[in-house]
């Protein structure tokens, strides 16, 4: 799984059939694979390849490619063989049940019942389960988990098919995503100034992760470009020229503009040719450093340097 498919293709033609169904049934039974897992796993190959380990998903498509390309004609039967393995594992059709989903169907039942639908689901979907739990209930259920020995298979079976049952609705139809942070962040876009600060300020004594996560989103680097050129000043002061150099990169003329006509021209000529010099760079990067730029952005909205519209209208003054 961590490996190219076509390269995973040809590793996996050089074991003889009863290994390729073997291994294939283990690609098939596993979900999401982070790149932790996989240096927790395959250290020596990580040290040696540090750039070839990146988030990996298993599955039984995965696993019915690697075989069709490994065995091209003859993959007919292995593929029978694994899918019917896949197929009759307790719990298997939770494979394609998102986690979130999962945790809202079963957090009330019994710990005992918790526990045994965990233990045949992959430890990463298990563990986002138990994260989702109330610290009462994780405790309970872990304990039942770690003590959990041999259980009737008319038992597995009987609460396989109830959850199956229940669950029918999730596995046929597609959610449409809606709320979150970046509704919130959205909502408070367009609010009064006032009321955005008491209700951040006030969540923030219950949730201080989640306000740091909301303001983010609410000011976006591109949203320089609404500053006025004394706000651009102020922010210059306090942002390093090689920051503007990788956060320009990935900015629209507009705010290129902005930020340049507020530089002396011997500074702005230097920038461009940082510009000029870095050359194609990551948008990862760039997207890290315009982030640092709106932190500061935000510090100086905090100490009172700079005033943040949160609209297109202008602040209104009183003589």
């Not at 992760?209 to 909301?214: A, G, K, M, N, S």
């Not at 609410?218 to 500053?227: C, G």
Request: glycine letters at 4%.
């Amino acid at each position: 799984m961590s490996m190219p498919q076509n390269d995973a293709a040809k590793l996996l033609a050089r074991l003889d059939s009863a290994q390729v169904e073997a291994v294939s049934i283990e690609i098939a039974k596993l979900s999401d694979i982070t790149g932790e897992e996989q240096e927790s796993v395959i250290q020596e190959f990580a040290q040696s390849n540090p750039t070839a380990l990146s988030d990996r998903s298993g599955g039984l498509e995965v696993a019915k490619s690697l075989v069709e390309q490994a065995l091209g004609k003859q993959a007919g039967s292995t593929l029978d063989n694994v899918r019917q393995s896949i197929e009759a594992l307790p719990f298997g059709f939770l494979q394609k049940v998102d986690s979130q989903n999962l945790l809202t169907f079963i957090i009330d039942e019994h710990p005992q019942t918790i526990a045994l639908i965990l233990s045949h689901v992959p430890p990463t979907q298990a563990a986002d389960i138990i994260s989702g739990l109330p610290a009462e209930r994780q405790l309970s259920v872990v304990r039942r988990v770690a003590t959990m020995s041999q259980t009737s298979p008319e038992i597995i079976q009987e609460v396989e098919r109830g959850l199956e049952n229940r669950m029918a609705s999730v596995m046929s139809q597609q959610f449409e995503k809606a709320g979150g942070v970046g509704s919130v962040a959205e909502m408070l876009n367009v609010i009064d100034r006032t009321t955005e600060r008491s209700l951040l300020e006030n969540l923030a004594q219950e949730d201080p992760d989640l306000v740091e996560e909301i303001r983010r989103l609410m000011f976006v680097f591109e949203d320089i470009t609404k500053f006025s050129d004394r706000d651009i000043q102020s922010v210059l002061k306090n942002v390093e020229s090689s920051q503007w150099a990788m956060a320009l990169k990935g900015a629209s003329e507009e705010l290129k503009e902005k930020i340049l006509n507020n530089m002396s021209k011997r500074a702005s000529d230097m920038l461009r040719e940082e510009m000029d010099y870095l050359g194609p760079v990551r948008l990862s990067n760039v997207e890290q450093v315009q982030q640092q730029i709106v932190d500061i952005i935000r510090t100086l909205e905090d100490t009172g340097e700079i005033t943040l519209q949160n609209n297109e209208e202008e602040e209104q003054f009183i003589q």
